[in-house]
């Protein structure tokens, strides 16, 4: 709801009042909240299968990933080919190419409609990255993966912001420099797993 809250307020004709900053700042707050509910959510699955079959099937993952996204995602493309053939958006070729493969967030500046699939990327990415981290990491070590992950794009967004300020922009869509919500999600579902940071965590809620 924040998100689209966020996005009504900056759709042309849109009722909903806003294009200020509150809208722009309950959208960033609605996608991190999504990212770290992705990573956990997902993260957990995997790990429920993983002690109940003691394996993991990546292509019944990749599988079950393709069912849940990909016709929703091509009825949403569908619905922008059909706007852009009776004039009423302009996608351009190079957007198109971005959106069928999932790398909206290394655009710069696309058009409104196809700009919102910048985080459908991203998950696209984790979903890619993730599961085979999970198979080739020993058990211990993914927390610590994670951990490393956090770390590196907190130091990549400062490198950017201090040596690179005109990119800060596109910094915010990045797949390098935006895993660390996924990864915070990730890393809470690997302690859920633990009986005592299970209940450390219920102490912190």
Not at 9 to 25: A, C
Not at 187 to 201: C, E
Request: charged share 15%.
């Amino acid at each position: 709801m924040l998100v689209l809250f966020a996005h009504g307020s900056r759709t042309h004709g849109s009722p909903i009042p806003g294009q200020d900053s509150l809208s722009l700042f309950t959208g960033s707050i609605g996608v991190e909240i999504f990212f770290v509910l992705s990573g956990f959510l997902i993260t957990l699955l995997m790990l429920r299968e993983i002690d109940r079959t003691g394996r993991l099937d990546v292509k019944e993952f990749y599988w079950r990933r393709i069912l849940r996204i990909v016709p929703a995602y091509l009825a949403y493309l569908l619905v922008l080919a059909t706007m852009q053939a009776v004039g009423v958006v302009r996608i351009r070729t190079a957007e198109w190419i971005a959106g069928l493969t999932y790398t909206v967030n290394f655009l710069s500046d696309p058009h409104w409609e196809i700009g919102h699939v910048w985080s459908l990327s991203i998950e696209e990415h984790f979903y890619l990255i993730w599961p085979a981290a999970m198979i080739l990491l020993p058990a211990r070590q993914r927390a610590a993966a994670l951990v490393a992950c956090l770390g590196f794009c907190l130091a990549a967004r400062w490198i950017i912001l201090i040596l690179f300020p005109g990119w800060v922009s596109m910094a915010e869509l990045w797949t390098f420099t935006r895993l660390d919500s996924i990864a915070a999600g990730c890393l809470l579902g690997i302690l859920a797993q633990d009986s005592l940071w299970r209940h450390r965590l219920d102490r912190l809620i």
